[in-house]
C-alpha cells in the first residue's frame, strides 16, 4: 500500500516495459496517474499494449533486446541527472 502511495505521488515516472503483458498490467495499475509517464519499451507490440493514456514521451527500442532496454533507461536517467527533473518538462 505504502508504495502504491508513493508512486501515485511522484511527479514522474521512468517505466520500461518489457512484454506486452506486462504493458496491459501495469497500465491498467496507472490509469489514475496525474503525474508525467516516460515509456520505455522493448517493441513497437508492447507499446501498442499501453492503456494508460499517452505517455509525455516514449522511446521504442531499435531491437527487442535487454542491451537496447538498458542502452535507453541509462540514456533516461542520464538526462536527469544532468538537466534535474523539473516541473516545467
Not at 9 to 17: C, G, H, K, W
Request: aromatic fraction near 8%; hydrophobic fraction near 35%; include cysteine.
Amino acid at each position: 500500500v505504502h508504495e502504491r502511495q508513493a508512486i501515485f505521488e511522484a511527479d514522474r515516472l521512468i517505466v520500461p516495459i518489457y512484454s506486452p503483458r506486462s504493458a496491459a498490467l501495469l497500465s491498467s495499475r496507472l490509469v489514475n496517474y496525474k503525474g508525467d509517464v516516460e515509456l520505455i519499451s522493448i517493441s513497437k507490440n508492447t507499446f501498442e499494449n499501453w492503456c494508460a493514456g499517452e505517455p509525455n514521451s516514449y522511446c521504442i527500442c531499435a531491437a527487442p533486446s535487454a542491451e537496447e532496454m538498458y542502452t535507453n533507461i541509462k540514456r533516461i536517467l542520464r538526462k536527469y541527472m544532468l538537466e534535474g527533473p523539473t516541473k516545467a518538462d
